[in-house]
């Protein structure tokens, strides 16, 4: 049985098939327009829409645990289990901050353009248990996180929700442990 599964574009509550170019401010949707001309405008708002929720499909813990490798406690703990012990780490409540720059590209015919996203999830954890093992960060086990996901667009913000505290998902296992420094 696989485990439950949390990405980035739920934390972002965007449903697939949103027209996230439709937040754009009209000069900057004149500028995404010149750019993808010779393209049927409602196949580059369905492309945009469905591909960027795509690249979104990301776990989040992936990129808490990348916050997370420098930390003091942490390494204190990857020295306990440097023979292979797990050791269990729980976390005060802190912020994370992580920022990503996915990107679509839209090819129709002999013409491709790309169009370039920031997103940034501002969250708080409370009750995170890091599963720490031969120095690496192997998983979590506990939690909570909330806060606020944002999607930007052209220095402009085209999409953002705010994230009801919401459970981790009970026990979660990287897929690539991350070393800790």
Not at 106 to 130: A, C, H, M, N, Y
């Amino acid at each position: 049985m696989s485990e439950p599964r949390l990405s980035v574009r739920q934390l972002l509550d965007m449903p697939k098939g949103t027209d996230v170019l439709a937040g754009l401010p009209e000069d900057d949707l004149k500028s995404v327009r010149n750019a993808v001309k010779g393209m049927e405008w409602s196949t580059v708002e369905s492309a945009v829409g469905d591909s960027l929720a795509e690249a979104l499909d990301i776990d989040p813990i992936t990129l808490f645990a990348a916050a997370w490798e420098k930390y003091a406690l942490l390494s204190d703990a990857a020295k306990e289990s440097r023979d292979g012990a797990k050791v269990l780490v729980p976390l005060a409540e802190h912020a994370v901050k992580s920022e990503l720059h996915p990107y679509v590209e839209i090819q129709v015919g002999p013409i491709t353009r790309r169009i370039e996203f920031d997103v940034t999830l501002s969250l708080k954890l409370k009750g995170v248990v890091v599963n720490v093992q031969s120095e690496e960060i192997r998983g979590i086990e506990a939690g909570t996180c909330e806060g606020t996901a944002e999607i930007g667009l052209a220095s402009h913000s085209i999409w953002k929700h705010d994230i009801k505290p919401i459970a981790l998902p009970g026990k979660v296992t990287l897929k690539d442990s991350i070393p800790i420094r």
